[in-house]
C-alpha cells in the first residue's frame, strides 16, 4: 500500500478522534460544569473556562492507563480494514453525541465509542478479533474490563455520592448558613478535581485509537502516547467544554434533583474521587454517568420523593440504548463506505 493511502487512512482517523473528543467535551463537560452554574457558585463563562483549564492539564498529565486499557482490547491485524473500523466506530459515535444533543439527554460518550467500535468491528469480522479477556470484577482484563468498568461506575456513583451526603449531613448537623461559603468556595476545588479526572479519563480513550492508528501504518512504533497526541486531544475535550450545551446543564443539575450548594459539593466530590481512581487504575468510565448516578444518591440521601424518578428513568434508558444503537449506526457506516473504501484500496 503506498505512503499517501496510509497517510490518508491515519488522517481520517486521527480528525474523527479529534471530533469525536471534542463531542465528548461538550456532552459530559455540560455535566461537570451542571452544579457550578446551577448552585450560582459562578458565572457560565468563569465556570467553562475553569472546567476547560482542569481537562487540559488531565490529558496532559493524567499518565495513560486508560489508553492502554483501549488499545488492549483487539488483535486485529490487518492494518487497511482496522484502520476503516476505527474510523466507522469514530463517526457514528459522534453522531449519536450530537443526536442525543439534540435531545437533551446526557447519555454516555463512552457507551457510544466502545458501541460504535464494535459494531464497526462486527460488520469487518466479526468478534474474531476483540480480545473479550475475563469477568473478574477485581481483575478484569481486555473488552469486559470496560463493560464492568461502564456498569460498576454509576453504581459506584449513588452509592459513594449516598453515604457521603449523609456523613456531612451529620458532621454539618450544628452548622450555620455560613458554612455556605466554605462550601461554595471548596466547590471550586472538587469541579477542578472532577474535570481534571474526566480529562484524564475521556481523552486517553482517543489517545489510545490514534495510537492504535499509528501504530498499524507504521508511523509510530513506541509504548508512549506522543505529546502532540495528548496536546490535540487535550485542546479538543476543552474546546467541548467551551460550547456548552444549557439543556444539559439544566438536566444534570436540576432535572433529576435540585441542586444547592451541600449537594453540588458533595455530588462532584463523590464523582471527583470515582473517575480520578478509575483513571489511576485504567478502568475507563463514562462520567456523564457518575454524574448522573452521583445526584441520584445525594438525592435519594436526602429525600426519596423530591427524585425525579422519571427523568433518571429517562436516562437510564438512554444509557442502555447507546451501545446498541452506536452499534447499528457504526455497522451501517462500515457496510457502505468504508467497506467499499477497503475494496479499492485491496484491488
Not at 436526602?302 to 433518571?312: I, M, P, S
Request: proline share 3%.
Amino acid at each position: 500500500m503506498e505512503f499517501s493511502t496510509d497517510f490518508l487512512l491515519v488522517g481520517i482517523v486521527v480528525v474523527l478522534s479529534l471530533w469525536f473528543t471534542y463531542t465528548n467535551g461538550l456532552q459530559d463537560g455540560s455535566s461537570v460544569t451542571a452544579g457550578l452554574i446551577v448552585c450560582r457558585v459562578l458565572t457560565p463563562v468563569r465556570a467553562v473556562l475553569l472546567v476547560a483549564c482542569c481537562e487540559l492539564a488531565g490529558a496532559i498529565f493524567g499518565g495513560s492507563a486508560v489508553a492502554s486499557t483501549v488499545r488492549s482490547i483487539t488483535s486485529f491485524p490487518e492494518k487497511e480494514n482496522f484502520l476503516s473500523v476505527l474510523s466507522a466506530g469514530l463517526a457514528a459515535a459522534i453522531g449519536w453525541n450530537y443526536l442525543t444533543k439534540l435531545l437533551r439527554m446526557p447519555s454516555s460518550s463512552t457507551h457510544a465509542l466502545m458501541g460504535g467500535f464494535l459494531g464497526a468491528l462486527l460488520a469487518s469480522s466479526g468478534t474474531k478479533y476483540l480480545v473479550w479477556g475475563n469477568f473478574n470484577l477485581f481483575h478484569p482484563t481486555g473488552f469486559a474490563k470496560i463493560l464492568v468498568s461502564l456498569f460498576a461506575s454509576p453504581v459506584a456513583g449513588f452509592v459513594v455520592g449516598y453515604l457521603m451526603l449523609n456523613l456531612i449531613l451529620l458532621l454539618l448537623m450544628k452548622a450555620t448558613t455560613e458554612v455556605n461559603k466554605w462550601l461554595k468556595l471548596s466547590q471550586t476545588v472538587t469541579v477542578g478535581l472532577l474535570a481534571f479526572g474526566h480529562g484524564a479519563n475521556d481523552p486517553q480513550k482517543t489517545m489510545g485509537i490514534i495510537l492504535i492508528a499509528l501504530h498499524s501504518a507504521g508511523f509510530y512504533q513506541g509504548d508512549e502516547i506522543p505529546f502532540w497526541v495528548r496536546l490535540a486531544t487535550g485542546l479538543s475535550i476543552s474546546l467541548g467544554v467551551l460550547s456548552l450545551a444549557p439543556g444539559i446543564v439544566k438536566r444534570v443539575g436540576a432535572g433529576i434533583y435540585k441542586l444547592r450548594v451541600l449537594h453540588g459539593f458533595v455530588t462532584e466530590a463523590a464523582a471527583g474521587l470515582i473517575v480520578v481512581s478509575s483513571s489511576i487504575t485504567g478502568c475507563p468510565v463514562s462520567t456523564s454517568q457518575v454524574i448522573s448516578s452521583t445526584v441520584m444518591g445525594v438525592g435519594t440521601g436526602e429525600r426519596f420523593k423530591d427524585v425525579r424518578w422519571l427523568v433518571a428513568r429517562d436516562i437510564l434508558i438512554s444509557w442502555f440504548l447507546t451501545i446498541p444503537c452506536a452499534g447499528l449506526f457504526a455497522y451501517v457506516i462500515y457496510m457502505f463506505p468504508f467497506r467499499y473504501l477497503d475494496l479499492l484500496i485491496t484491488k
